[in-house]
């Protein structure tokens, strides 16, 4: 089993920004995917960012510049920088993962709420 925790997210001001984190833990060989998606009250959850174990990107062409995706593969951590944040970026954040346990599993955490208000 691959447990993934986020952390980071919270109130923040227009033009604000935010580092989110998913922190990945359990049985695992590795990790391959990790990705970031989004879902707002009365949306459905989209993909902001995902990167794969060799460090390719991407992005949800809308959220491309103001977003980054990175991951510290010795950590098993995602991370996701958050700039010139917007009130329509609020929504409850997801990290996923794609691990090898027995075979290949989709893992999603527990998601940390965004919220950017004046």
């Known amino acids: 089993q691959v447990q993934l925790v986020e952390s980071g997210g919270g109130l923040v001001r227009p033009g604000g920004s935010l580092r989110l984190s998913c922190a990945a833990s359990g049985s695992f060989r590795s990790i391959t995917t990790m990705g970031w998606h989004r879902q707002a009250p009365g949306k459905e959850r989209e993909l902001v960012a995902a990167t794969t174990l060799s460090g390719i990107t991407d992005y949800s062409g809308s959220l491309k510049g103001r977003f980054t995706i990175s991951r510290d593969n010795a950590k098993n951590t995602l991370y996701l920088q958050m700039n010139s944040l917007k009130p329509e970026d609020t929504a409850v954040y997801y990290c996923?993962?794609?691990?090898?346990?027995?075979?290949?599993?989709?893992?999603w955490g527990q998601g940390t709420q965004v919220t950017v208000s004046s």
């Open positions: 996923d993962a794609v691990a090898v346990v027995d075979t290949m599993r989709h893992y």
